[in-house]
């Protein structure tokens, strides 16, 4: 038993010091890679009373992926509206399910405004 506590003594430690050598994430620009914006929203549901919708995204360079958990009794529509430069502006809408949790991939990038509908129809 004394050997076992030993060893998983030394693993942890190995483990610890391990985490410690690891280079830290950075949040800087190199050359032609840079660090995309995350998005946050949220929206109160109808039913159940004090639970909401979260939802958010990033500014991708060619799509525009958003996570949702919706604590919502309802279905929700999420709307993204997008304004590239020198075309029209146009809008994608998909709807997260009722208590459900997800991403949907938009093959189109960073939108101008996400909007959650109170409704679960586009």
Not at 8 to 31: D, I, K
Not at 61 to 82: D, G, K, M, P
Not at 101 to 116: M, N, W
Request: aromatic share 6%; charged share 15%; with cysteine.
């Amino acid at each position: 038993m004394k050997s076992r506590n030993l060893v998983l003594a030394v693993v942890g430690a190995g483990l610890s010091l391990a985490g410690l050598a690891a280079p830290a994430a950075s949040a800087t620009t190199s050359g032609d890679v840079s660090v995309q914006d995350v998005h946050r929203k949220s929206a109160s549901c109808t039913s159940p009373s004090g639970k909401k919708i979260n939802i958010s995204w990033g500014d991708g360079s060619t799509s525009t992926t958003v996570y949702y958990n919706n604590h919502c009794n309802q279905a929700r529509a999420i709307e993204l509206y997008f304004r590239p430069a020198g075309e029209f502006p146009f809008t994608r809408c998909f709807v997260a399910p009722a208590r459900d949790q997800g991403s949907k991939q938009i093959g189109d990038a960073k939108p101008v405004e996400v909007t959650i509908l109170a409704g679960g129809r586009c």
